[in-house]
Structures are given as structure tokens and as C-alpha cells.
């Protein structure tokens, strides 16, 4: 997603479109820029990077004077962070801003061609300026409404037209746009926070409306050209700046728990469109010479990678190594023809993993890489990338494009097993259809009542020393990513053990009340996991059972229980890591951490 802004008021256009894009730097800061009317023209000024470095551009060019303006914080989704693919992208005597995707961009970017018109950028955005400008004779809206409607996907605008210096246009559909109003003066945004500081009473258009801001204020229209100025309701936001940026949520981690369900479904769903015949084939044309994969990563991205491994192993039969990228830089790795390292990143960024990266190159091995953040290092690097499209992660603590980067894990199992026919097309089948209803189900799983559950579960322990995490197999898997939470963001000491570890030590730490968390989603290993919990229960542990629903029955051995819909087994996981996600969350909540920055710790580690 990218954050757009527009003004058109009596003030300089560029200061405030400037500070909007400050508010919205959540929303994408792989570039930036802002086109500003000066004494009758255009003129755009837009760096790659943080909105730092257009800022600093500007002293050296010299900030935009003028009244009527758009600006843009860029994630970017097609055409890796640069100077030519930042917005506004402009063609003729059209300039605009785009958040959105249109999925349609290459057919008309070739129409486009076949017509002469020659492109400078690679992104989807740069196409509607040229349709715009292919449509318009004069007439702004007509303009606009005729180039959308060729438009699939979805798009907020902000549009300035060259002959029209005094006036700024607005559309969307499905992205998300306000239309601002001030005293004297009307504004865009993407959202609340970038107009916050000047005006807390705005519109909301919606699909096939027209926003048309001008000195005079502002006039919405329908596609056919009505004024529907006095049917819309002016809103007016309550929210203080902080909340805005977080969507009104308390915190960055609680929000991108709760994006869980969209992200989680752009992960898988867009690899299932073509059928399951061509899961991933994009990304990874052939699959026949691999032997082994060596999943290299670090912290949550390596606890996704043992998912990966148990997946990737149960379904295609292919041996899976999971190695933790500071250790494997260093261990002049045995790696032979048919290996295929994955390196697993959500920032792309993380010296450790880019390092490994570079070493299983050097030796001749093909890297494939997950990743966040398009256009990173790993990213571009690496010589097969599969996106996981989870948007800016703002905490530190990772949460959505963990379960990301395991829904694309999955979905590279399903591939593999596919190619091999290991598993029977019925089981493919099944595993997809039951893909396609986890983001509902993790919707569910982040219902009020659930949440109510979290917190009270969390708040029982706040003041524990110890928080223990047991399972076998994925459900240990799982608990290493739910201990890595609670140690994050609450400092509270938590350990993930394998179940069956319990005796060979760790037993000795269960004392009266030490608080127990098992996962049981394993049906061919629940009644293991059971005795491991019964030994804890017999030395007075106090046991919080996360199983599947239907493995709790006739049993007493637990003080709390939560149980998780039943789906294939395989995909439990991307259930089972919201409760442990969200209890962890509260326990920090309760404990008084800085959540979103918890303390020692960096969004991505780009030293050794
Ligand atoms: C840590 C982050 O610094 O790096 C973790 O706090 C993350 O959340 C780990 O899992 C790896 O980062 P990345 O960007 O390579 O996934």
C-alpha cells in the first residue's frame, strides 16, 4: 500500500503535502515525491528512499512554490524503489498519484505502445496517466471517469491536469481516500492522519464518485455528472494523530495482528488463480532437479522456516535443512548440486541472511528468496523471489508477515507436491479449498469474545518468571515463534521445548504453578503431547492447552483451554500463531513494555 496526499488552499502546497506524507511514511516509504503547480505548470520533484532524501532534494532544487499540489509515499509493488518508478508519474498533460494495484496494467501499457506512446517506468501507476491523457479533450472528469473504467484492480487518485492550475481531482475504488475540508481550504488523503493537523472533517467518496477540490472547496460528483456534494455526510474524525497512523488501534503490533486475515489471503490466494497446475509457476518455472532445500534465516524467519520444513518434508517428500543465517555463514556448509537454498527475510535487508545469500551463490547453488520488501537486497538478489505482499511492517515484533511468509511456505509445499505427486490430488485439492478459509477463520480467531479469552489468559500470568511452550512437531515449531513473541514484547522469560524433551531436563524447571502452554494440531502425536502435559500437571504446572478442536475432550488435565477450528492439519499453524501472537501482545500490554519498540531490539539487523 502507499500513502497519497493532495492540497489546494491559500497556503504553500508543498509544506503541508510534505507533513501529510510524514503522517502516512506507515503506509510505504520505499520513495517519495510531490508535483506542485509553479506560476501555471507542474513541476515534480520525487526521490528513491525515505522522505528524508526528498526532502534533501528540495534544498538543492528548491521547494515547489504554488497553492495546488499532490504527494506520495511509495510501496512498491510493481517496479523495484527508484527515482523514475517514485510517484507522481506524468504523461502529457496529466500528473498523478496512485495507491493501488491494477491488475490489468500490461494489456493496456501495450495498447498503449501499439499507439506510440513510449513509457519511462515500470509500474502499473505511469499507465493511467497515459489513458487519462489519451482521453482528455478539454473535459477533466470525463477524462478520468473514461480511463478508470478500462481500469481492473483497484486505485485511489490524485490527479492534476496541465491546463487546469487552480483545481486537483480525486477518484477510487477499493483503495482507500478522503476528501478533507478545511477553512479556505480541501485536501486528499489516504487516510485520517495526513490531514489531521489542519482539518478533522471530511468526506468519503466511494466507487464511481468524482472529488473536484478547488479554491472555492470542494464538489463531488457521480460518473454521471451530478452534484452529490449535498448528499454526502461531512464526517469529522475524533482520533489524535497517534491513534490515526495506527488505525486506531493502540499499537502497531495489534494492528498488523488484526491485518492478519488480508495479508494472509494475499499471500496464498493470488498463486491459486491460474489452478492448482500453476501454483507459483511464475516465480519458479521448474522444480525437477532439486534434492534438498537449506532454509537459511533468523529470528521469526527461521521459526517460518521450520514450518516450511515440516511441510515441505510431509507433503513432497524432499529433505529440509532450517539453519539459522549467523551460523550458516560461518560453517562452510556442505552444499551439492541439486540443493536449493531459501532464504526467508521479511525485510530483505538482514545482513546475516543477505550474507548467506552470497556464500550459497558463490558455490554455485540456486537461491530462491520470501520476502517483504520488494526491491531489497535479498529480493533482487536472489535468483528466484517469492513476494509475500503483507505491506509495511511497522513493530518490531513481527506478526503478520511471519504467518506471511508460513502461508507461502505452504503454498510452495502444495507446488512441490504437486510436480512430484507425493500426495493425491484429492489431499491438493483439499489443502487448497481449506487455504482459501483461513482468513476468515483467523478473523474469527480475533473476535471480541476470543480476544476477551487472550486477555484474561494473559493477564492470569503477567507477573510469572517463566512461561514454558511444549509440542510436537509443527506444534513445536509453532511454540518456538510463540516464545520468540512473549520474549520480544513482554521481556518475560519463555522457552519452546519439544514435548518430548520435557525429561531429558527441562521437567526440573516445572515447579507449583509455573505457567505451561501445549499446542496440540497433530492428531498422529496429541496422545504424546497429553502425557508430556500430565507430567507437567502432576508437578503442579498450570497448563494452558491450544489444541485443535475435538482434542480436549474427556481430558482434565488443563486450567485453560483454547481450541482452534479444525482444517487440514498441515495448516493449523496459521491458526494456532494468532492466539499465541495476541497473548503475548497483552502480556506485554500488562507488563508495561514499549510494544511497538520493544527495548535491544531493531526492525531488521543490517550488521553482522
Ligand atoms: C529481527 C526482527 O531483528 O530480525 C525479527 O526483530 C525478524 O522480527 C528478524 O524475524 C529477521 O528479520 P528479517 O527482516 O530478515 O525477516
Request: aromatic share 8%; charged share 25%.
Given at each position: 500500500?502507499?500513502?497519497?496526499?493532495g492540497?489546494?488552499?491559500?497556503?504553500?502546497a508543498?509544506?503541508?503535502?510534505?507533513?501529510?506524507?510524514?503522517?502516512?511514511?506507515?503506509?510505504?516509504?520505499?520513495?517519495?515525491?510531490?508535483?506542485?503547480?509553479?506560476?501555471g505548470?507542474?513541476?515534480?520533484?520525487?526521490?528513491?528512499?525515505r522522505?528524508?532524501?526528498?526532502?534533501?532534494?528540495?534544498?538543492?532544487?528548491?521547494?515547489?512554490?504554488?497553492?495546488?499540489?499532490?504527494?506520495?509515499?511509495?510501496?512498491?509493488?510493481?517496479?523495484?524503489?527508484?527515482?523514475?518508478?517514485?510517484?507522481?508519474?506524468?504523461?502529457?498533460?496529466?500528473?498523478?498519484?496512485?495507491?493501488?494495484?491494477?491488475?490489468?496494467?500490461?494489456?493496456?501499457?501495450?495498447?498503449?505502445?501499439?499507439?506510440?506512446?513510449?513509457?519511462?517506468?515500470?509500474?502499473?501507476?505511469e499507465?493511467?496517466?497515459?489513458?487519462?491523457d489519451?482521453?482528455?479533450?478539454?473535459?477533466?472528469a470525463?477524462?478520468?471517469?473514461?480511463?478508470?473504467?478500462?481500469?481492473?484492480?483497484?486505485?485511489?487518485?490524485?490527479?492534476l491536469?496541465?491546463?487546469?492550475?487552480?483545481?486537483?481531482?480525486?477518484?477510487r475504488?477499493?483503495?482507500?481516500?478522503?476528501?478533507?475540508?478545511?477553512?479556505?481550504?480541501?485536501?486528499?488523503?489516504?487516510?485520517?492522519?495526513?490531514?489531521?493537523?489542519?482539518?478533522?472533517?471530511?468526506?468519503?467518496?466511494?466507487?464511481?464518485?468524482?472529488?473536484v477540490?478547488?479554491?472555492e472547496?470542494?464538489?463531488?460528483?457521480?460518473?454521471g455528472?451530478?452534484?452529490?456534494?449535498?448528499?454526502k455526510?461531512?464526517?469529522?474524525?475524533?482520533?489524535?494523530?497517534?491513534?490515526?497512523?495506527?488505525?486506531?488501534?493502540?499499537?502497531?503490533?495489534?494492528?498488523?495482528?488484526?491485518?492478519?486475515?488480508?495479508?494472509?489471503?494475499?499471500?496464498?490466494?493470488?498463486?491459486?488463480?491460474?489452478?492448482?497446475?500453476?501454483?507459483?509457476?511464475e516465480?519458479?518455472p521448474?522444480?525437477?532437479?532439486?534434492?534438498?532445500?537449506?532454509i537459511?534465516?533468523?529470528?521469526s524467519?527461521?521459526?517460518?522456516?521450520?514450518?516450511?520444513?515440516?511441510?515441505?518434508?510431509?507433503?513432497?517428500?524432499?529433505?529440509?535443512?532450517?539453519?539459522?543465517?549467523?551460523?550458516?555463514?560461518?560453517?562452510?556448509?556442505?552444499?551439492?548440486?541439486?540443493?536449493?537454498?531459501?532464504?526467508?527475510?521479511?525485510?530483505?535487508?538482514?545482513?546475516?541472511?543477505?550474507?548467506?545469500?552470497?556464500?550459497?551463490?558463490?558455490?554455485?547453488?540456486?537461491?530462491?528468496?520470501?520476502?517483504?520488501?520488494?526491491?531489497?537486497?535479498?529480493?533482487?538478489?536472489?535468483?528466484?523471489?517469492?513476494?509475500?505482499w503483507?505491506?509495511?511492517?511497522?513493530?518490531v515484533?513481527?506478526?503478520?508477515?511471519?504467518?506471511?511468509?508460513?502461508?507461502?511456505?505452504?503454498?510452495?509445499?502444495?507446488?512441490?507436491?504437486?510436480?512430484?505427486?507425493?500426495?493425491?490430488?484429492?489431499?491438493?485439492?483439499?489443502?487448497?479449498?481449506?487455504?482459501?478459509?483461513?482468513?476468515?477463520?483467523?478473523?474469527?480467531l480475533?473476535?471480541?469474545?476470543?480476544i476477551?479469552?487472550?486477555?484474561?489468559?494473559?493477564?492470569?500470568?503477567?507477573n510469572k518468571?517463566?512461561?514454558?511452550?511444549?509440542?510436537r512437531?509443527?506444534?513445536?515449531?509453532?511454540?518456538?515463534?510463540?516464545s520468540?513473541?512473549?520474549?520480544?514484547?513482554?521481556?518475560?522469560?519463555?522457552?519452546?521445548?519439544?514435548?518430548?524433551?520435557?525429561?531429558?531436563?527441562?521437567?526440573?524447571?516445572?515447579?507449583?504453578?509455573?505457567p505451561?502452554?501445549?499446542?496440540?494440531?497433530?492428531?498422529?502425536?496429541?496422545?504424546?503431547?497429553?502425557?508430556?502435559i500430565?507430567?507437567?500437571?502432576?508437578?503442579?504446572?498450570?497448563?494452558?492447552?491450544?489444541?485443535?478442536?475435538?482434542?480436549?475432550?474427556?481430558?482434565?488435565?488443563?486450567?485453560?483451554?483454547?481450541?482452534?477450528?479444525?482444517?487440514?492439519?498441515?495448516?493449523?499453524?496459521?491458526?494456532?500463531?494468532?492466539?499465541?501472537?495476541t497473548?503475548?501482545?497483552?502480556?506485554?500490554?500488562?507488563?508495561?513494555?514499549?510494544?511497538?519498540?520493544?527495548?535491544?531490539?531493531?526492525?531488521s539487523?543490517?550488521?553482522?
Amino acid at each position: 500500500m502507499c500513502g497519497i496526499v493532495g492540497y489546494n488552499g491559500s497556503r504553500q502546497a508543498a509544506d503541508i503535502l510534505l507533513d501529510g506524507l510524514k503522517k502516512l511514511e506507515y503506509r510505504g516509504y520505499d520513495s517519495a515525491g510531490i508535483a506542485v503547480f509553479e506560476n501555471g505548470h507542474i513541476k515534480v520533484e520525487k526521490a528513491k528512499g525515505r522522505l528524508a532524501n526528498l526532502e534533501d532534494r528540495l534544498v538543492v532544487s528548491g521547494t515547489p512554490l504554488g497553492h495546488v499540489g499532490v504527494g506520495h509515499t511509495r510501496w512498491a509493488t510493481h517496479g523495484e524503489p527508484s527515482d523514475i518508478n517514485s510517484h507522481p508519474h506524468s504523461h502529457g498533460r496529466v500528473t498523478l498519484v496512485h495507491n493501488g494495484i491494477i491488475e490489468n496494467y500490461l494489456s493496456l501499457k501495450r495498447s498503449r505502445e501499439a499507439m506510440g506512446n513510449k513509457f519511462v517506468s515500470e509500474t502499473d501507476t505511469e499507465v493511467i496517466a497515459h489513458l487519462i491523457d489519451y482521453y482528455y479533450n478539454g473535459n477533466p472528469a470525463d477524462a478520468i471517469i473514461r480511463a478508470v473504467g478500462r481500469i481492473e484492480g483497484s486505485y485511489a487518485l490524485g490527479v492534476l491536469f496541465e491546463d487546469i492550475p487552480d483545481k486537483l481531482f480525486a477518484v477510487r475504488k477499493d483503495s482507500p481516500l478522503i476528501v478533507g475540508v478545511g477553512e479556505g481550504e480541501c485536501f486528499i488523503a489516504s487516510d485520517v492522519p495526513a490531514i489531521l493537523a489542519h482539518t478533522r472533517q471530511y468526506y468519503l467518496i466511494e466507487q464511481q464518485e468524482l472529488a473536484v477540490l478547488s479554491p472555492e472547496g470542494v464538489t463531488l460528483y457521480d460518473f454521471g455528472g451530478n452534484d452529490i456534494t449535498a448528499t454526502k455526510e461531512l464526517l469529522t474524525a475524533d482520533w489524535d494523530v497517534e491513534a490515526a497512523e495506527k488505525g486506531g488501534f493502540p499499537h502497531f503490533m495489534l494492528k498488523e495482528i488484526h491485518e492478519q486475515p488480508s495479508t494472509l489471503e494475499r499471500a496464498m490466494m493470488p498463486h491459486f488463480v491460474d489452478g492448482i497446475e500453476n501454483i507459483l509457476r511464475e516465480e519458479i518455472p521448474d522444480t525437477s532437479g532439486i534434492r534438498r532445500f537449506v532454509i537459511v534465516a533468523c529470528g521469526s524467519a527461521m521459526n517460518a522456516g521450520m514450518l516450511g520444513k515440516n511441510a515441505i518434508e510431509k507433503l513432497a517428500r524432499i529433505p529440509v535443512d532450517v539453519c539459522i543465517a549467523s551460523e550458516f555463514r560461518y560453517a562452510n556448509p556442505i552444499l551439492r548440486e541439486g540443493d536449493v537454498v531459501i532464504i526467508i527475510s521479511q525485510s530483505g535487508e538482514t545482513a546475516d541472511s543477505l550474507a548467506a545469500l552470497r556464500l550459497a551463490k558463490a558455490k554455485g547453488i540456486p537461491v530462491y528468496a520470501i520476502v517483504n520488501v520488494v526491491g531489497s537486497s535479498i529480493a533482487r538478489e536472489a535468483d528466484n523471489t517469492i513476494y509475500i505482499w503483507a505491506g509495511p511492517e511497522i513493530a518490531v515484533a513481527t506478526t503478520k508477515a511471519y504467518s506471511s511468509q508460513v502461508a507461502v511456505l505452504f503454498t510452495l509445499a502444495l507446488r512441490l507436491a504437486y510436480d512430484r505427486g507425493t500426495v493425491p490430488y484429492e489431499r491438493i485439492v483439499k489443502i487448497a479449498e481449506d487455504m482459501k478459509k483461513i482468513p476468515t477463520l483467523v478473523s474469527d480467531l480475533l473476535s471480541e469474545e476470543r480476544i476477551a479469552q487472550y486477555q484474561h489468559l494473559a493477564s492470569f500470568n503477567t507477573n510469572k518468571h517463566d512461561f514454558f511452550i511444549i509440542g510436537r512437531g509443527q506444534d513445536y515449531a509453532i511454540g518456538c515463534e510463540g516464545s520468540m513473541k512473549i520474549k520480544e514484547v513482554s521481556y518475560m522469560h519463555c522457552e519452546a521445548y519439544a514435548a518430548g524433551e520435557l525429561k531429558h531436563g527441562t521437567i526440573s524447571l516445572i515447579t507449583e504453578g509455573v505457567p505451561c502452554l501445549a499446542i496440540a494440531t497433530d492428531r498422529a502425536l496429541v496422545e504424546k503431547t497429553v502425557s508430556n502435559i500430565k507430567e507437567v500437571k502432576a508437578r503442579g504446572g498450570q497448563v494452558l492447552y491450544l489444541c485443535t478442536e475435538g482434542l480436549a475432550k474427556d481430558h482434565d488435565f488443563y486450567d485453560f483451554l483454547i481450541e482452534l477450528p479444525e482444517i487440514d492439519e498441515l495448516l493449523m499453524p496459521l491458526l494456532a500463531i494468532v492466539p499465541l501472537q495476541t497473548y503475548a501482545y497483552y502480556t506485554a500490554v500488562y507488563r508495561g513494555c514499549d510494544v511497538d519498540k520493544p527495548r535491544n531490539l531493531a526492525k531488521s539487523v543490517t550488521v553482522e
